[in-house]
């Protein structure tokens, strides 16, 4: 099977067998210009002959990369107008994010961009209630490979090892199992045009760095290195969605009372769970309370489950002004900006004195 039938077979086996994607659905290719989405949306433009879909693409325009990045913006609006595809186009500030947040630029860009798409398709659904619509990004296997290795260095648990999803809620990656070659090979048997980021041979970024000399150095080793992680990646997330629903089920086990404040469960439920679990179900509680893990270490985690085991009572602070108390029989998790711990009080009451 040559690339260019592959992946067309890919997606069909994926994403229309399985009835993910149906007829009248609507579809957002999100387009850059560049060689993967180029081939993404030229897929899915073909495709339309199989799955009677609304396809559109949209734009975001960084605010980086200057006249190239304007370049783009052309090109993408001349090719979409060529094909009478709809086109949907932001423009976003990723330098001024990035001060303002502490970020750098390739995060800012990736918050904004993630964004826009999620501004996008709430509009798009509230006026097409009756159709399901999605973001389609073009991740490839090597992408994956990248953000394996990138979240292994940041320091990273099960989750991070499973990389991204084929499908995360309204966001789809169809060519999450397509290798860059063959995406290569179906751009020039189908002679796609395409516009190249000379940011992405920047290795001072460290996507970059990663792709072109990390992951060209384990190639060396292996030249099939990328496969393989990408295929450790989907191990990994099939094992995280068992772990997700067993903590889930434990959790509903160990519940107590709920509001949008604050959560109590039994801790003699809690201590009798596997630690996997316990750590699942701390992640299913802050994820509820506080819709983040980000600066949630696994420090934090260990504190909690210390505290569950401590014989008598006790206090600990978390990021994001969320405290958690054992109180006899139950742990409860509180978010309340007023809620200190004794410690702190009177370590803020010294400062205070002193200042």
Not at 61 to 77: C, N, P, S, Y
Not at 197 to 215: A, F, G, P, S, V
Request: some cysteine; aromatic content about 6%; glycine content about 4%.
């Amino acid at each position: 099977m040559v690339y260019k039938e592959k992946i067309l077979e890919t997606i069909v086996r994926d994403f229309f067998d399985t009835k993910i994607i149906n007829d009248d659905d609507i579809l957002i290719v999100a387009l850059s210009g560049g060689m993967d989405s180029m081939c993404l949306i030229d897929a899915f433009y073909k495709l339309q002959s199989e799955i009677e879909y609304k396809l559109m693409a949209m734009h975001i325009h960084h605010g980086i990369r200057g006249i190239e990045a304007d370049r783009d913006l052309q090109f993408v609006k001349k090719y979409c107008k060529s094909m009478n595809v709809k086109l949907i186009t932001e423009k976003v500030d990723a330098p001024e994010y990035s001060q303002k947040n502490g970020l750098t630029i390739e995060e800012s860009a990736r918050v904004l961009r993630y964004n826009a798409f999620e501004n996008n398709w709430k509009k798009l659904s509230l006026k097409n209630s009756k159709h399901n619509v999605y973001v389609l990004v073009a991740h490839h296997e090597n992408d994956q490979a990248e953000t394996v290795i990138h979240n292994m260095i940041r320091g990273t648990g099960l989750k991070g090892i499973s990389g991204m999803r084929k499908q995360n809620g309204y966001i789809l990656r169809p060519l999450l199992d397509i290798k860059k070659s063959e995406i290569e090979e179906y751009v020039d048997s189908y002679d796609i045009p395409y516009v190249d980021d000379t940011t992405n041979e920047d290795i001072k970024y460290t996507r970059n760095y990663i792709r072109k000399e990390i992951i060209e150095k384990l190639k060396s080793i292996n030249s099939e290195a990328i496969s393989h992680i990408a295929h450790l990646a989907r191990q990994a997330s099939e094992v995280n969605e068992y772990v997700e629903s067993e903590s889930q089920k434990a959790y509903e086990k160990c519940l107590i009372s709920k509001d949008d404040k604050n959560i109590s469960i039994s801790i003699k439920s809690f201590n009798e769970q596997n630690r996997v679990l316990r750590v699942g179900i701390i992640r299913i509680i802050l994820n509820e309370l506080i819709s983040t893990l980000k600066d949630i270490t696994k420090i934090n985690i260990n504190d909690v489950i210390d505290l569950s085991k401590k014989v008598k009572g006790g206090h600990l602070d978390l990021p994001y002004n969320l405290t958690v108390d054992k109180k006899q029989k139950e742990l409860i998790f509180r978010v309340n900006e007023k809620n200190i711990s004794m410690s702190r009080r009177k370590k803020k009451c010294v400062e205070e004195l002193n200042l």
